[in-house]
């Protein structure tokens, strides 16, 4: 069957939303000794029903506001608008149907070789599926297509036990016994959002999120499946804001891995700013449903166009202009399809805030341990009832050892996320000689400057830097980033405008370009910033990018520069004399070769030359 048959078959039968069942077992509440608990209220008659879907919230929206629209008072004496619930209902109940529709419409058939596409239209048909509206031919390939692909599997290790204390099984399984000694010496050692590798290890720490009648929404298992939320969670499943700060703690950004919004914007005022959410809920619904409309309105009409004329070649050009307009408008939708779920699971767990009911799911925390040589994660659950930053730093402090000041070594420290959170006593010290940093560079050196031993200061020999902060003025204020020996920079996009004296003047650069971004002023404008920096022999910055057109058109426009001028010497390099006339500039482009890919390098040296 093809997809328009799909298609027509599809809209002829428009499936029914599951409806909603009752949780079995009611979620464990959340215990924390520096917080008051919040009594839950049982005389609620529909407290037992599961949000499974959109559909679902909004039925028990409808239902209980019609059931008790007295009990839904706010604070400023409003009851909540049966308008805005119709609004979102007569919404979101046709979104379903559209969204099948405009997957439909424009073709499931991922190109090969791209696992991108592939993946994210495998994660729309599962929650499609979990809506009752996937086609089964469709899942079937999908699923079998993913069955032959061979890749790690997570395995729970507990046999599905839910164990109780958290560090009690901490020290049966990860403390080294007292006898045995010290390792202060590390291959590797990064840290995450609530994560730490050690050498061909990590280990993680998360909030997960069953729901009891086991629909758990496809976004929240992809969650589950990447370690949980790396945040607190009150027992209505509302992000809670940090409050306390544990010895040892060292934060970059936030620290709470979401950026300094948990929940997706959400802020903590919730009983202020509950009209404001249900309103913006009701906002963002109706924008990203308008390009589903659009799309179908301008679908009909050429397709009325081409069975009028009897041709398809007669079709005005301007008709499919706006189909690509607004195919691209549904794709975008489909791809943000899961964040407005995540804004209904806002929407949900608000109302059990205000009405003081257990959500319908189950928290429990969870640590993950991943080994680079295994097949399977280990994934070990225990009951939520700790924060889950403590567990973190009590984590750390166990697999360290920590014992009295002690100076720990590593060959090369990470910090992969702009918003981290890691564990090191101030009394002791960490020499470190490769530096991988995401993120803010400055941030990254002035958290580490308490446990890092100076004395005697030597420089690293390898900075690797990744996100969209450049070095600007912190570059040079660092002594380790200004003296590193080898300095690689991620992407050139955020430093594609800096003026040549904010670039660095490390020995060897490595940048890796985005071809979208590439400037070839710049990149002339780079030979004068070499020549005049007295940049010592066997100095050599390489600019890597992805395509060899773009390599060899920048060096073909640096070759006709006049001043400086250019002598070619064989092989095609380019040669600029420099203000110290023992040394001279080269530039040339190469190609290096990595596993499964190709780099293609524009590269800048200097070396000795006597210019007569």
Same mark, same amino acid.
Request: with cysteine; proline share 5%.
């Given at each position: 069957m093809g997809r328009k048959s799909r298609a027509k078959l599809n809209r002829s039968h428009k499936p029914e939303p599951p409806a909603p069942t009752a949780i079995k077992e009611a979620p464990q509440e959340v215990k924390e000794s520096t917080s008051e608990q919040i009594e839950v209220k049982t005389e609620v008659d529909i407290k037992n029903t599961t949000f499974d879907s959109i559909e679902g919230v909004l039925r028990w929206v409808d239902s209980h506001h019609r059931a008790a629209q007295e009990k839904l008072v706010e604070e400023q004496g409003k009851a909540l608008e049966e308008h805005i619930i119709m609004k979102c209902r007569s919404e979101l109940n046709r979104k379903y149907q559209a969204v099948f529709d405009t997957m439909t419409a424009l073709g499931n058939d991922p190109k090969p070789g791209n696992s991108t596409e592939q993946d994210d239209i495998k994660i729309m048909r599962e929650e499609l599926k979990s809506m009752g509206m996937a086609d089964e031919s469709e899942n079937e390939a999908t699923s079998s297509s993913a069955a032959a692909a061979p890749k790690k599997t997570p395995v729970a290790k507990n046999n599905g036990v839910i164990q109780k204390d958290i560090y009690a099984w901490i020290d049966e399984k990860l403390r080294v016994p007292a006898d045995t000694p010290l390792v202060t010496q590390f291959e590797e050692v990064s840290f995450g959002q609530k994560e730490i590798r050690i050498n061909n290890k990590t280990y993680s720490v998360g909030v997960s999120r069953i729901w009891n009648d086991g629909r758990t929404p496809g976004y929240v298992r992809r969650i589950n499946r990447y370690n949980g939320l790396t945040y607190d969670l009150d027992q209505f499943g509302v992000p809670k804001p940090r409050t306390a700060k544990y010895p040892g703690e060292i934060t970059i950004g936030?620290?709470?891995?979401?950026?300094?919004?948990?929940?997706?914007?959400?802020?903590?005022?919730?009983?202020?700013?509950?009209?404001?959410?249900?309103?913006?809920?009701?906002?963002?619904?109706?924008?990203?449903?308008?390009?589903?409309?659009?799309?179908?309105?301008?679908?009909?009409?050429?397709?009325?166009?081409?069975?009028?004329?009897?041709?398809?070649?007669?079709?005005?050009?301007?008709? *499919?202009?706006?189909?690509?307009? /607004?195919?691209?408008?549904?794709?975008?939708?489909? !791809?943000?399809?899961? $964040? #407005? =779920?995540?804004?209904?699971?806002?929407?949900?767990?608000?109302?059990?805030?205000?009405?003081?009911?257990?959500?319908?799911?189950?928290?429990?925390?969870?640590?993950?341990?991943?080994?680079?040589?295994?097949?399977?994660?280990?994934?070990?659950?225990?009951?939520?009832?700790?924060?889950?930053?403590?567990?973190?730093?009590?984590?750390?402090?166990?697999?360290?050892?920590?014992?009295?000041?002690?100076?720990?070594?590593?060959?090369?420290?990470?910090?992969?996320?702009?918003?981290?959170?890691?564990?090191?006593?101030?009394?002791?010290?960490?020499?470190?000689?490769?530096?991988?940093?995401?993120?803010?560079?400055? *941030?990254?050196?002035?958290?580490? /400057?308490?446990?890092?031993?100076?004395?005697?200061? !030597?420089?690293?020999? $390898? #900075? =690797?830097?990744?996100?969209?902060?450049?070095?600007?003025?912190?570059?040079?204020?660092?002594?380790?980033?200004?003296?590193?020996?080898?300095?690689?920079?991620?992407?050139?996009?955020?430093?594609?405008?800096?003026?040549?004296?904010?670039?660095?003047?490390?020995?060897?650069?490595?940048?890796?370009?985005?071809?979208?971004?590439?400037?070839?002023?710049?990149?002339?404008?780079?030979?004068?910033?070499?020549?005049?920096?007295?940049?010592?022999?066997?100095?050599?910055?390489?600019?890597?990018?992805?395509?060899?057109?773009?390599?060899?058109?920048?060096?073909?426009?640096?070759?006709?520069?006049?001043?400086?001028?250019?002598?070619?010497?064989?092989?095609?390099?380019?040669?600029?004399?420099?203000?110290?006339?023992?040394?001279?500039? #080269?530039?040339?482009?190469?190609?290096?070769?990595?596993?499964?890919?190709?780099?293609?390098?524009?590269?800048?040296?200097?070396?000795?030359?006597?210019?007569?």
């Open positions: 936030t620290g709470d891995g979401t950026g300094g919004s948990l929940f997706y914007g959400v802020r903590y005022d919730y009983k202020n700013c509950w009209w404001e959410e249900k309103e913006s809920l009701r906002e963002r619904v109706e924008s990203r449903h308008e390009s589903i409309l659009r799309h179908k309105k301008v679908c009909k009409a050429c397709r009325e166009k081409k069975q009028a004329d009897d041709s398809e070649d007669e079709v005005e050009p301007s008709h *499919d202009e706006q189909v690509d307009e /607004n195919t691209k408008d549904c794709r975008k939708f489909a !791809e943000n399809f899961k $964040y #407005l =779920e995540r804004e209904i699971m806002i929407f949900q767990c608000m109302i059990c805030r205000a009405e003081n009911m257990k959500p319908p799911f189950k928290m429990y925390l969870e640590i993950t341990i991943i080994t680079e040589d295994s097949e399977v994660d280990e994934i070990f659950r225990f009951e939520y009832n700790t924060p889950v930053d403590r567990v973190f730093q009590y984590l750390v402090y166990t697999l360290f050892q920590f014992p009295d000041p002690t100076t720990f070594y590593i060959k090369r420290l990470g910090l992969n996320n702009s918003n981290l959170q890691m564990f090191f006593p101030p009394e002791c010290k960490l020499v470190y000689k490769e530096l991988i940093v995401v993120g803010n560079l400055f *941030d990254a050196f002035l958290a580490l /400057n308490p446990i890092t031993d100076n004395s005697p200061f !030597e420089p690293i020999s $390898y #900075l =690797e830097h990744h996100g969209v902060h450049w070095f600007d003025d912190s570059y040079f204020r660092q002594p380790q980033a200004r003296l590193a020996k080898a300095l690689v920079i991620s992407n050139y996009e955020s430093c594609a405008f800096l003026p040549p004296h904010s670039f660095p003047r490390n020995k060897k650069i490595e940048v890796e370009c985005v071809d979208g971004t590439v400037d070839i002023d710049r990149f002339k404008t780079y030979v004068n910033f070499m020549r005049r920096n007295s940049m010592p022999t066997g100095s050599k910055h390489a600019f890597n990018m992805k395509k060899q057109s773009i390599v060899l058109r920048v060096l073909r426009e640096i070759k006709k520069m006049e001043f400086p001028r250019c002598y070619l010497t064989e092989n095609g390099v380019a040669s600029f004399k420099m203000d110290d006339v023992n040394k001279r500039l #080269l530039v040339y482009y190469q190609a290096t070769k990595y596993p499964g890919m190709i780099d293609y390098q524009l590269v800048y040296e200097v070396d000795e030359c006597a210019w007569v």
